[in-house]
C-alpha cells in the first residue's frame, strides 16, 4: 500500500476499515463516497477522483473491478471496491487518489431589485437557444413552469445503465421524464428561478432548455454531471450555463479540489458555470491562528452533548511551515504530538481514556503544495462524541510564525469553533472555489411572504442587504471570493410535487418561498442564459469582468471587493 496516493480522509476510512470491518464505514459513507453492502457477498465499494497523465490508458484496472468513468484527463472518477484501494495505490499510473465527497444543497420582487424587467425589455432575450443544466435533487417534470423545455434527466439515484460519463443511473427523455422525481424540491425551485415560466413567478431565462440532473451529490458524480451536461450541450451545437447550488468544506478552500479542477478544465467559451457561494455566514465552521515560531497555540471548539457520533477536523497551512498537532478531551487528556509523517503511512490512533482520537498528517498535497492534517474523533464503543469544549493543540517547529486554517466537519453540523479561534471569513468551499466559476452571494430582496393559508411570514432578515447566512470569501490563498451577489431572500419559485413541503412556506399549490444563496445562484444563471443568447460564445473571463464591472456594494465605489458581498449587487440594466 503506497499511504503516500491518499488523501487523509480517504486514508482513515481505509483504516477503519480494515481494523473494524463494514461498521467502521457507517459513519464515513455520511461524509464520503463510500456504498457499504449489507450482503457480506458483495464487496464494500467507494466513489474517488484519480489522478494521473491526461492521456493515460486506464482500461487495465478493470482487471481489479474498478470503474473509470473517462478515457482522458488528469482527474478522473472512478467506483471500485474499497479493497481495490491497495493495488489501485501501487500503480505507477497513479499519482493521487483522492474521496469522493458528499456535498450539501444550499421571484416577485427579486427581478426589480437588480432592474432584470428593464434589461429584458430593452433586449428581448428570454434565453431561448440557450441550455441550462440543474445538478441538483431533480426537478418536477410535470410542472406546467417546465412544459416542453426539459430535453433530458440523468437521474444518478435510480438503476440503469447511465451514460457516457458514468455507468450508473438512468437517463430519460420524452415522455420518460416523469418516470424522474424530486422528492426534496430543492432542484425544482432552483430551476424555476433560472428557467420557470410563469405569468407571475416568472424565471430570469424562461425560454431556456432544460438538462437536469438528478444527483446523488457524491462531490465525483456531480464532475461526471458537469461533463454529461457539456457533453450534450455540444453535441446539440448549443451554449450552456450549469447551476450548482452546493457545496462543502472538506477541501483547502483554495480551488484545488478536485471538483473545482474539473470545473475549471471543462469550461470555456459558451460553457459556463454558477456556484453558490454557501449558507455558512452565521455558523463557526472556520476557525485560524497564527502559531508564532517554536510556540504551542490552542484552538477551541465545542461539541454538543450526546449528539455527534463522528467528528472531523480539516485542517490546511503553508507548504513552508512544520505543525505537529494534538488534541485535547474536555476532561483533559491529551494525545501526544504528532509530527509530519512521509514515510510509510501518516495515520495514527490515540486512544483516550474518554475518546479514540485518529490524526493523520501527511506530506505535502500534491493539489497545491500545502499541508493537510486530518483528526478524527469518535467515542469509545458506541457511544458518541464527549460534549464540551475540545482544544486542538498545534506546535509550529517551524523557523516562521505560521497561519493555520480549520474546518469543523461532523454528521450532524452542529460542531463549532468558540473563543479567539474563531475566524468569520474563508467559509466558500468546494465548488465556488473554482476559479472559473461565477460564485454567488445572497441578498435580501424580501423578508416577508404571505402563505398558501393567507398567514403572513416574517424572516427576521434585514432588508436590502447582504443575507447573514451567505458566506465570507475570500479563499485561503486570498484569492477574491464570491464574485457578486444577487437576490437570495425570500425567493418564490416552483414547487414539487414530489416534496413533503411544509405549509407555511407555500404560496399556492404550485410556488413556494425559499432562501438560501442556492437561489441567489439560479437568478445569475439565468442571466448569463440571457447573456449566451446574445453572445454564444461567452467566456468565463470575459463574463465574470462583465458582471463585476456592472455590481456595486451600496454605498461603496464600483470595483471595491468585500468578503461578504464579493463586488456587489448585479446592476442588469448596464449589461
Known amino acids: 500500500m503506497r499511504h503516500d496516493k491518499l488523501s487523509p480522509g480517504l486514508l482513515l476510512a481505509f483504516e477503519d476499515y480494515q481494523n473494524e470491518g463494514e461498521q467502521a464505514l457507517v459513519t464515513h459513507k455520511r461524509s464520503l463516497g463510500i456504498i457499504a453492502n449489507k450482503n457480506t457477498v458483495k464487496p464494500t465499494k467507494s466513489v474517488v477522483f484519480i489522478y494521473c497523465d491526461s492521456d493515460a490508458d486506464l482500461s487495465y484496472l478493470s482487471q481489479y473491478n474498478i470503474e473509470v468513468n473517462q478515457n482522458s ?15 489501485l495505490s501501487e500503480e505507477d499510473t497513479i499519482q493521487r487518489i483522492k474521496p469522493s465527497r458528499k456535498l450539501h444543497l444550499r421571484m416577485d420582487v427579486a427581478p426589480g431589485k437588480v432592474k432584470l424587467p428593464e434589461f429584458k425589455n430593452q433586449t428581448g432575450l428570454t434565453g431561448k437557444g440557450v441550455i441550462i443544466g440543474i445538478i441538483d435533487s431533480g426537478i418536477d417534470p410535470k410542472h406546467p413552469a417546465f412544459a416542453g423545455r426539459i430535453l433530458h434527466i440523468w437521474d444518478q439515484t435510480l438503476p440503469g445503465p447511465g451514460v457516457t460519463e458514468g455507468r450508473y ?9 416523469t418516470i424522474s422525481q424530486d422528492t426534496d424540491g430543492h432542484g425544482t425551485h432552483v430551476a424555476g428561478i433560472a428557467a420557470g415560466a410563469d405569468t407571475t413567478y416568472s424565471g430570469v431565462a424562461p425560454e431556456a432548455e432544460l438538462i437536469v440532473v438528478r444527483s446523488d451529490l457524491q462531490d465525483a458524480h456531480i464532475a ?8 450534450v450541450a455540444r453535441e446539440l451545437e448549443r451554449p450552456v450555463v450549469v447551476n450548482l447550488s452546493l457545496g462543502g468544506h472538506a477541501d483547502a478552500h483554495d480551488g484545488s479540489d478536485s471538483l473545482s479542477k474539473v470545473i475549471d478544465a471543462e469550461t470555456g467559451p459558451g460553457r459556463i458555470v454558477c456556484c453558490a457561494a454557501g449558507n455558512e455566514g452565521s ?40 505543525l505537529e498537532v494534538s488534541l485535547r478531551s474536555p476532561n483533559g487528556f491529551v494525545t501526544p504530538f504528532q509530527k509530519i509523517i512521509t514515510d510509510g503511512n501518516p495515520t495514527q490512533e490515540h486512544q483516550l481514556p474518554d475518546a479514540r482520537v485518529e490524526i493523520v498528517t501527511p ?28 482544544q486542538l493543540r498545534l506546535r509550529n517547529t517551524s523557523t516562521t510564525d505560521t497561519r493555520v486554517d480549520v474546518w469543523t466537519l461532523d454528521d450532524m453540523s452542529s460542531v463549532f469553533f468558540t473563543g479567539k479561534s474563531v475566524k468569520d471569513a474563508v467559509k466558500i468551499g468546494s465548488p465556488g472555489a473554482a476559479s472559473s466559476a461565477v460564485t454567488v452571494a445572497a441578498y435580501t430582496t424580501k423578508a416577508k ?7 403572513i411570514r416574517e424572516m427576521g432578515l434585514d432588508l436590502d442587504t447582504i443575507s447573514e447566512f451567505s458566506s465570507e470569501g475570500p479563499l485561503r490563498n486570498d484569492a ?9 431572500a425570500m425567493i418564490v419559485s ?21 432562501a438560501g444563496t442556492s437561489m441567489a445562484t439560479p437568478f445569475v444563471t439565468g442571466l448569463v442564459a440571457l447573456l449566451l443568447q446574445r453572445d454564444p460564445q461567452l467566456d468565463p473571463a470575459t463574463l465574470k469582468d462583465l458582471l463585476r464591472k456592472n455590481s456595486a456594494i451600496p454605498g461603496k465605489a464600483a470595483g471595491t471587493f468585500d468578503e461578504k458581498w464579493g463586488y456587489g449587487v448585479i446592476n442588469a440594466l448596464n449589461l
Open 449 to 455: 411572504y404571505t402563505d398558501i393559508d393567507n398567514q
Open 169 to 177: 443511473g438512468a437517463e430519460f427523455s420524452g415522455a420518460q421524464l
Open 494 to 514: 416552483t414547487l414539487s410535487a414530489d416534496a413533503n413541503s411544509a405549509r407555511s412556506s407555500m404560496v399556492n399549490s404550485k410556488f413556494v418561498a425559499m
Open 73 to 87: 484527463g488528469s482527474v478522473r472518477t472512478a467506483f471500485l471496491p474499497i479493497n481495490a484501494l491497495d493495488v
Open 283 to 322: 455558523i463557526n465552521i472556520h476557525g485560524q491562528a497564527t502559531i508564532p515560531s517554536d510556540r504551542t497555540r490552542g484552538m477551541r471548539f465545542n461539541v454538543p452533548l450526546n449528539q455527534v457520533g463522528i467528528v472531523w477536523l480539516n485542517g490546511w497551512y503553508s507548504k513552508d511551515s512544520e
Open 224 to 231: 461526471d454531471a458537469v461533463r454529461y451536461i457539456f457533453r
Open 363 to 390: 506530506g505535502p498535497d500534491q493539489a497545491n503544495g500545502d499541508h493537510n492534517f486530518f483528526v478524527q474523533i469518535r467515542g469509545n464503543g458506541p457511544s458518541p462524541v464527549m460534549g464540551g469544549i475540545w
Open 480 to 488: 477574491q471570493k464570491p464574485d457578486i451577489a444577487a437576490p437570495g
